[in-house]
Structures are given as structure tokens and as C-alpha cells.
């Protein structure tokens, strides 16, 4: 399958940045991956303005709602009307900062397939998991509890990020990363039959373009959820590329 290379943005950049980093990315020459950016929620428009269609648009969270009383919230149909095609949900930062549970996640995925979006649902285990052995039965209850009816008929992606390797520039071995995907496919198959072989699954966590070859060439591991290197344009045009 076509990989898949994401950029999550989080809470980064001004408006000129933004837009300048998004017309990076959309001038670059990738042809054997597909490539998706997920902005802050205030720069969607300005940034799918900049990557002319080039480049998928997706946003870093939406409501399990299509609209009503919640401030500060936003809905999977107006991402929808704003031209976004993907959405991350239930990252590890949102599972911490908001509380999101299984459930949550669950409940804003169905929403997003309702809406026409692709969710990016997310998944992974706290270092103290890793080290007491939890680690496969913690991912695998977190796929069994986020991921709805739908998920496959729409091209749902699951992305892995071990929580501890965010951010840190820290990673898992090849060999732990590869057992994981291995795991989470068998678990896709479970949940969805032959459908589940077709789904892709991201790695994420401190994935720069001096390691990407080597995670991307892994079994069962379908493209990049990227953090800090997507504000760069070389570095994740660089990651893109060695798929």
C-alpha cells in the first residue's frame, strides 16, 4: 500500500510561518508516498490555501458532536467544510492533557466517519508499560475500545507512537517496533477481517529523516506520524522520501 507521511503541527507556528512551511512541503517532489499536514485549527484555511491541493489537509481533533453548545470545541463537519480530509484523534497528548479515554476517542471517530474524514486514531504505551511488559496488551485494548464499525470500509489509519518516545529523541528498537505492528495487525484482522490487512499503520515518535528508512522499511509499518520534524520542510519532505 501507499505509505502514508503526517504531519502533526500541534500547537506551533504564527500565521506566516504556517503558510511559508506549507508552501515548503507543497513544492517538494515526493512520488511514492502520500503526504498529509495537520495545522493548528486557526491556520486550516491559509495553509490548504498554500498547499494548492498538493497535499493532504487534516486537523488534530474534532467533537464527538456536529454542532451545539460547546465552546471552544469544533465539529468533524466543519473541518469537513473547510476542506480537511483526515483527523488525528485520541493522541497520547489529548489522552493526558483533556482525559480522553477509549471511549472519547471512539465517540469523535464515529463522528469524523460521519462527517466524510479519515480518522488517525492513535495509540501507545507510557514508558512504565513498556518496562513492565504491558505494552501489547494496553495498544491492543486501545484499538479495541477506539476504533469503530466503519473504520475499515472508510480507510481508517491507526498510528502507534509510544508515549515515552515523543518528543524525547528517543525510539524503540527496530525489533520492538516491528513486534508491535506485527501485533496491532493482528489485532485490525481480528476486528475487521481481511479488510484489517489493508489498513494502514502509522510509527511515530522522534521520527527523523536520519532513522525513517530504516522504520519505514519494517514489516506491517505503513507510513510516519511526525511531530517536530514536520516544521521543517526539508527534514519531512526528507522523511517522505525515504519511503
Not at 497520547?92 to 471512539?106: F, P
Request: aromatic share 4%; hydrophobic share 45%; charged share 20%.
Amino acid at each position: 500500500m501507499r505509505p502514508l507521511i503526517a504531519g502533526n503541527w500541534k500547537m506551533h507556528g504564527s500565521l506566516a510561518e504556517a503558510s511559508a512551511l506549507a508552501s515548503g512541503v507543497a513544492a517538494g517532489s515526493v512520488k511514492d508516498a502520500e503526504l498529509l499536514v495537520c495545522p493548528p485549527f486557526p491556520y486550516l484555511i491559509p495553509v490548504k490555501e498554500a498547499l494548492g491541493g498538493a497535499v493532504a489537509l487534516g486537523a488534530q481533533d474534532c467533537h464527538a458532536a456536529p454542532k451545539g453548545a460547546h465552546t471552544g470545541d469544533v465539529s468533524a463537519p466543519m473541518l469537513a467544510d473547510l476542506g480537511a480530509t483526515y483527523v488525528i484523534l485520541g493522541h497520547s497528548e489529548r489522552r493526558a492533557d483533556h482525559g480522553e479515554t477509549d471511549e472519547v476517542v471512539l465517540r469523535k471517530a464515529e463522528a469524523a466517519l460521519k462527517a466524510g474524514l479519515v480518522p488517525v486514531v492513535c495509540v501507545g504505551e507510557s514508558e512504565a508499560q513498556r518496562v513492565s511488559g504491558e505494552a501489547e496488551g494496553v495498544v491492543a485494548a486501545q484499538l479495541a475500545g477506539s476504533l469503530p464499525q466503519g473504520f475499515a470500509e472508510a480507510g481508517g489509519v491507526v498510528a502507534y507512537e509510544p508515549v515515552w518516545a515523543i518528543g524525547t529523541g528517543r525510539t524503540p528498537t527496530e525489533e520492538d517496533i516491528a513486534a508491535m505492528h506485527a501485533r496491532i495487525r493482528a489485532e485490525l484482522v481480528h476486528c475487521f477481517g481481511a479488510a484489517g490487512e489493508g489498513l494502514r499503520i502509522l510509527y511515530g515518535g522522534s521520527v527523523k529523516p536520519g532513522n525513517a528508512k530504516a522504520i519505514l522499511a519494517l514489516p506491517h509499518v505503513d507510513g510516519a506520524l511526525v511531530g517536530g520534524a514536520s516544521l521543517v520542510a526539508a527534514d519531512f519532505l526528507g522523511i517522505a522520501s525515504a519511503a
